[in-house]
């Protein structure tokens, strides 16, 4: 599967954007999908995922309570919300399609399949 993330931005602290991740290619309801970000300096880091069909999200804590991640299988897209942003959060979001959330848990980066390019994020104070 091909996915593509836009929707990065400038935005200041306490504001709010929306990624979207488009996928082309095999089946997207047969990938547990993720985020992951990357920021000036430090290692990818993995920050959200949902299950294939929707139902189940998971969240590392520092963005619980602020992000929200969602897909609509039916365009084959991916989304995450990203609310109260704060200054490091700023980073290169990257998509990602894996087989499980044990993939993305325990495995980190090598669980991901499929990578899409990232779209920058930058939080000003």
């Known amino acids: 599967v091909q996915l593509q993330a836009s929707g990065g931005g400038l935005v200041q602290t306490g504001g709010s954007l929306r990624l979207s991740c488009a996928a082309s290619g095999r089946t997207f309801s047969n990938y547990y999908m993720g985020w992951f970000r990357q920021a000036p300096g430090k290692e990818r880091e993995f920050v959200a995922a949902i299950s294939w069909s929707g139902g189940s999200t998971y969240y590392v804590d520092p963005v619980k309570g602020r992000f929200t991640i969602s897909r609509d299988n039916a365009k084959s897209t991916m989304y995450l919300q990203m609310n109260s942003l704060k200054p490091e959060d700023t980073a290169v979001y990257y998509c990602?399609?894996?087989?499980?959330?044990?993939?993305?848990?325990?495995?980190?980066?090598?669980?991901?399949?499929?990578w899409g390019k990232g779209t920058l994020v930058t939080v000003s104070s």
């Open positions: 990602a399609a894996a087989g499980t959330l044990g993939d993305y848990i325990n495995k980190g980066l090598d669980g991901v399949d499929h």
